[in-house]
């Protein structure tokens, strides 16, 4: 699925605020329940919210985060931050050999 659709299913979800089902979301956009549910799982601001008996089993009900109109986003790190520092080992073995 494209960013487009992620787009246009965070804002589905967002008018909604109780949350919609995976079938729902699928009418709604356009787009195959399988796909839908893959997307979802992509997003990291989607969540299940809760679960609703349908008579057939159990249909999760999903909603996304809505973040709070001041909050910024981070800055990205530099590349040599995400580094791991590499150390040298000091080894006792030659101690232990003998």
Known sequence: MSGR??????????????GLSTPAIARQIGAQRATTLVM???MPDA????WESN???????WRVVVPP????RPRNKSRSEHRPVMRPTTS???GAAA
């Open 5 to 18: 659709a992620m787009t246009k299913t965070r804002e589905l979800l967002r008018a909604y605020p109780d």
């Open 40 to 42: 979802l799982h992509k």
């Open 47 to 50: 969540y299940i919210h809760h």
């Open 55 to 61: 008579g057939f089993g159990d249909r999760a009900v």
């Open 69 to 72: 109109p001041h909050c910024e």
């Open 92 to 94: 006792n073995q030659e």
